[in-house]
């Protein structure tokens, strides 16, 4: 099983230290916020306007799957379990699509879910986040927004929903609260418009004049 969790990054350059191999800097912001937040409308403007590239962990775990590689299929297998993919598996993949982008700035949405997934990144990677850009977005207007939407997704009934809310809330605020006391969170009200939201986030990542 370990030489399968090694699997994503075989034959590639690795992240010493915080470097890609070119030894520039590597510049991650994890994104993170409650189901509804925004979070990935808000990704998709940084991108556009100030050049990251955005990784999503259950974007890259899902086309692992897809792809049919012997990864994918043990991570597919534990998924039917009901396990949890361990993650060192995840970060390896996170790793991969990093060294694969040619960029060395990123935002990571959605993750770390929890204090394992992070104390997993930084030991992997030997790379600290900038800051975490933390969404923060009542559940009462997270819920209007899942609900109203129109996705098709099985996942946005109102029971469902709330399970999604305990969970952000056990697991993942604890990974804020961490970072917030280093003094590496940037929290957005991310309760307003689209546009009122990405100009709080437009200050944030433009540098000082």
Known sequence: MGSVVDA????????????????KKVTVVF?????G???????????????????????????????????GTMI??????????????????????????????F????FPRNEENRDAFEKVTGIEPEFVLFFDCSEEEMERRLLSRNQGRDDDNIETIRKRFKVFVESS??????????FKVQKINAGKSIAEVFEAVKIIFTPAN
């Open 173 to 182: 605020v604890p990974v804020v609260e961490y970072y917030d006391a280093k």
């Open 31 to 35: 994104v993170l916020g409650g189901p």
């Open 76 to 105: 597919q297998n534990m998924i039917k379990e009901g396990k949890i993919v361990p993650s060192e598996v995840t970060v390896k993949l996170l790793q991969r699509a990093m060294q694969e982008s040619g960029n060395t700035k």
């Open 8 to 23: 994503p990054s075989a034959d590639l350059t690795k992240v010493v230290n915080g470097c890609l191999s070119n030894d």
């Open 37 to 71: 937040s925004g979070k990935g409308t808000q990704c998709a403007n940084i991108v556009k306007n100030f050049g990251f590239t955005h990784l999503s962990a259950g974007d890259l775990l899902r086309a692992e799957i897809k792809s049919g590689s012997e990864n």
């Open 107 to 110: 935002l990571i949405d959605g």
